[in-house]
């Protein structure tokens, strides 16, 4: 044990001690490195693992030949639903950053957000998840705003669009046929749904209990206070009813994209199938255990319809259709990123944490 002696302070042991934990900085971010690594590597090899099992039951012929019948009108109509879905869901992110930024509004334009979400459109089909989220964090901190606004924003965007998602899911379970007609599917949604609603009010209503538990430790205040904010922002009277809106805008564009891609196919859908459906499929999709769920949405939906009576071709075509809409309305944003070049800093206007 080393002995301080009379003359010794207290920053010189410490500083006789940063050197040591210094070198030790290297072999922690290896070792950081290396967990990144392995879970991209389970991701990938659950992403191929699903595909695979899926694949080996397909008739490839029926596939094709029910590829050749899709309607391009009604697969153009479906992409630019999905297209609209980005520029909603860029509106939606600024709302909720002005609405927790009210010191500084300098730099938050309108193309700040489509450029950024568009990035992270892109990143969200085929990067790992969480990358999209991360990359929306930094460009929007790199324009001025606080890294803790910024993080809460993206953080807060995920939460409440995961709240909405429950809360409309569970009434067009009820009411869909292809539902109803999935038989040992119904009831286990329905509990999970209600289960996941059930978490949702009660961290509502211990939402400043929670706050205040969570000040004490600063990275948690983070996550604590987010509960709070997503109370106030979907509770807060107009202002929350026009967030929710905004959600709910965007989650119509999808689920109206996937009935015009059942529709282009010839399937028995209607649009309340297309309700029910979608948001399910969205929320299997944020599990993180595949990249960019690829694999978890297709083997969820193809499950799903095949219970209800569609054949395995139709119900993998119409999931396959709905991922590549998706993926072809986020190809601008390799273009964005291409031309957008090093964003400005406006530090100045808004302080650090």
């Known amino acids: 044990m080393r002995v301080h002696t009379a003359g010794e302070t207290m920053e010189d042991a410490s500083a006789a001690a940063y050197p040591a934990a210094l070198s030790d900085l290297p072999s922690r971010s290896r070792r950081t490195s290396h967990l990144k690594i392995a879970l991209i590597i389970v991701k990938v090899a659950v992403t191929l693992l699903a595909i695979f099992l899926i694949s080996r039951a397909v008739d490839w012929s029926s596939f094709l030949a029910q590829v050749r019948d899709v309607d391009p009108i009604m697969f153009t109509l479906a992409v630019l639903m999905s297209v609209a879905q980005v520029f909603i869901a860029a509106y939606r992110w600024r709302f909720i950053t002005r609405a927790l930024d009210t010191r500084s509004q300098v730099g938050l334009s309108s193309w700040l957000f489509v450029r950024s979400s568009y990035i992270a459109q892109l990143l969200s089909q085929v990067a790992p998840f969480g990358a999209s989220d991360a990359v929306r964090v930094f460009l929007l901190h790199n324009v001025g705003v606080r ?20 809360a409309i899911a569970l009434p067009f379970v009820l009411l869909s046929p292809v539902m109803h007609a999935s038989q040992q599917f119904y009831l286990p949604i329905l509990i999970i749904i209600a289960a996941g609603l059930l978490v949702i009010a009660a961290g509502f209503a211990a939402a400043r209990p929670i706050a205040r538990l969570g000040s004490r430790w600063r990275v948690i205040s983070v996550f604590t206070e987010a509960i709070l904010d997503a109370r106030r922002l979907t509770l807060g009277g107009l202002r929350g009813l026009k967030l929710v809106c905004l959600y709910l805008a965007v989650y119509l564009c999808a689920i109206i994209a996937f009935w015009m891609l059942a529709r282009g196919q010839g399937l028995p859908l209607k649009l309340i199938d297309a309700a029910a459906i979608v948001p399910l499929a969205i929320i299997v999709a944020t599990i993180p255990i595949a990249i960019a769920g690829w694999g978890l949405r297709e083997s969820f939906i193809v499950a799903l319809l095949m219970a209800a009576g569609l054949s395995l071709e139709s119900a993998l075509l119409l999931s396959v259709s709905f991922g590549t809409i998706l993926l072809l309305a986020a190809l601008p944003g390799a273009l964005i990123w291409l031309g957008s070049g090093r964003p400005s800093v406006q530090r100045a206007t808004s302080g650090e944490d």
């Not at 890294?147 to 429950?166: N, P, Q, T």
């Open 147 to 166: 890294l803790r606004i910024a993080f809460k924003s993206v953080l807060l965007d995920r939460a409440i669009a995961l709240i909405v998602l429950f």
